[in-house]
């Protein structure tokens, strides 16, 4: 696959971790395991280098970082010099064989469904995760505005804490070559994550779902409280349910999304259904035995299908357990869950 | 309205008000039946529910403040008293730390407290220069109420405390046990063989007891004074045993066993039984049954009973997925403890306070009766221990009788009726079960499985499977029936049946769960066991045949 730079995941598998970015190389590996994932296609981290190089940019920031780069131990630095690179990478215009390429791909993602503009998101993949969030934008429409977004997703690889990290731990400042994403949006009306093993206890032998209404990121953000379920993996019953507050959710607008407060009237009932959460379960206990290891899987229930097809999955990776508790106090935390929280 | 209980305050029975705040309550036949008399109501039974509030509050059981009682008829009827949610969240954090070591090193926990009674209960008799059973008629009245105020408000309590604080500690972890068993294996652990083969293999105190009977009936055959036993009815035994050298010498090694064993009734949750120190006939009848085994059947079947669990302990733990075998593991190794701990238990708790118990009041009993105050000694067992304690002193001066008269009237009428299973909302149960582990020791519902065609289906079982002829034995006087090799039909068993096991082929019984006496001492003995079929002795009449399969935790019934 040498000098491409752009794969549509049904190309891609989990050994491409290194060429286009975990949350690529994952969503390649569910699409080729069968599991629904949104149409879209990915930009490895050669397209990253390659607009770099071709744009000049590179140069650019090394020069920025030589000029600017001494004094990174004080926050105002940081955040001035982040300014100058961002602005340095985002302004240069997409090469033109680049733009045509993602371009025709962009409208391959419309023709099927039959939209000129298609919604997309264009989401950050990184080959190695690091703290500091790279950007990751929803509901992009157009193929400008596509680009526009592709190259904020690279600019965000210098954002203020992803420089003083690599600072701090010798990394190279002037490159952290990431892969994009570029998915369909799916029209979510319920979204969020399970964990194929409960995070709190690290008990495997039940999941966990956060769900809330709208798009996914009021969960992954965590600033709402989501409606949790506990599943037992082995029959896929719910265990128990906890209404959460779900004050606050995230929706499309004309372009990109919108944070609101939830009407009252969804914010007081759960949000899934027994048989929703089933269904969400067992695509969880699927990923877990094909990866071997338990996952945390972002999902959406697309409102414009029925069950077993509206379960969308947008994200896998391996789920961050408690850590690995003493025997003793796996023990207590069962009593906990099974004797007292009803 | 208030529903009488023998006058006691606060166990009338509120049908509306107490249905409404507890949802349900639920009879506990295990305990109740026959329904007590007030003297042990007011003095045992109140101390074991202290106990079980004071358990809920030193461990801070995060759902539950303890059961709550009342009384309808005679018999007794149990709920939890809940907490909040509040309150629930508030207890978590404390209930782990203090659950912690049972779950760590239950044995030491238990041994700490065992001794503790012991030293108590000897204390008690030595300070009062106290050994045999008669010395207590050497006490003057002042001296046998300040026994019975010790009995009653401390002796009795710190032995309700330690009780239940060591039975909400093993209910959790059995509970837990059984309930990660069941998510592990998918099978009720109750009934599941694997689990029985994985509990048994323990020996309990009881067991000890029962096997200084056998070997003292042993001697006596080798000392040939087996025909003096057999030809002589139970209470007149040690009697002609003292006509001969061989006899006293006997009788003398049969004394000490009484001194140090024989403190226990017949009936453990009330002291309206003799014990076997008082009347040793008891545990003559007892040798009698078990003199012509050459092995103690117990023991015969010990060896085999412990390899098959380290095997099946193998197995189950190469079953458990490696992230959850550690915590299974230690969790097996308690809940083994907590099973061995509720046969254990029995000797150094009910067993002993209550025997001490009928000791004192059984002596009220006899100078009331003697100086004029009551017509029996046994109708002191229809006083409150307020009553017993207001009359001792000047002993003579006040008439008991029109309060134990109106009383054993009551009792006598209850003694005939069939208690109501519950009261108030019958589908509130599971709930108010599962915020209290432990209120399945007295109630527990039989697992139908209709694909098994049975006719009785039990809550808990151990393991094997047995064809025989059905004994239905209603109470423990009634035992001597009992032919070598019948399967024991029950409402249930104790501690004072113990004997059994080693004449029975299998038993059914009508309570009981995965932790009761039944089941336990079953699979310890490696006899086929169903509990828990609530309708066993309805159903099965004296001669019926019928196979017990323990394997299933069913019974059928094969002809009439």
Redesign the interface.
Known sequence: MSGRWLYPFEELGKEHNDMVGKKCANLGEMAKIGLPVPQGFALSLDAYRKFMGITGAAEEVVACIECRGNSLDCIAEVNDLSRAIRETVESRPMPREMDETIGSHYTKIGTCCGVADPPVSARSAGAVSYPGQYETHLNVKGKDDLIEKIKKVWGSTFNPTSLSFRHKKGLPLESDPIGVAVLRMVNARVAGIVFTADPNT????RMMVEANWGLGESVVGGESMPDTYIV?K?TLKVLEKRLGTKSRIVVPSEKGTVEEETPEEMSSRLCLSDEEVAEIAKVGVRLEEHFGLPQDVEWAIDGDLSLPDAVVLLQTRPEVLAK?KE??D???D???S????? | MLHDAYDLSFYEFDEEKDVKEYGVLLCDVVHGRPPMKPAYMGIGWYWYYHGVRHGAATLCL??THGWDSRFVKGYPYITAIRTTPEE?AAR?PV??ER??PF??KFDEVWDGYKNDLLEMYKTAKESRGLKEWQDIRKLDNNELLSFFLDFAFVLNRKEGEVHFIMLMASY?IS??FQ??WR??F?NEASIDPDFHRVMAGFEAQDTRVVRDLWRLGRKAMEMGLENVFKETADDEVIERLKSSDAGRQWTDEYHDFLLESGWRCDRMHAYDTPAWIEKPGLGIGRIKMLMSREVFPFDAEHERVARQRTQTEKEVLSRV?E??R??F???MRAAQKSGYWSEDHTFYCDLYIGSLGRWIITEFGRRFAEAGCIDQPEDVHYLHPNEIRKAAIPMGRINLRPYVERRKKLHEENLEIEPEPFFGDIAKAQEVL??D?TLVVSTQLPIVREELKADLYGAAAAPGVVVGTARVIMNESLLPELQSGEILVAPGTSASWAVVFSIVSGLVTDGGGALSHPVIMAREFGLPCVSGCVEGTRKIKTGDRIRVDGDQGVVYILSK
């Open positions: 690290g008990d495997t032998s037992e082995k690995k025997p003793v796996q023990l207590l069962m009593m906990m099974r004797f007292v929280r009803l | 995060p759902t629930a978590e209930f782990r659950i912690r779950l760590e959790y509970g837990l309930e990660m998510e592990l998918g997925p992230d959850r550690g915590a593991e230690l969790l599962r915020s582990p």
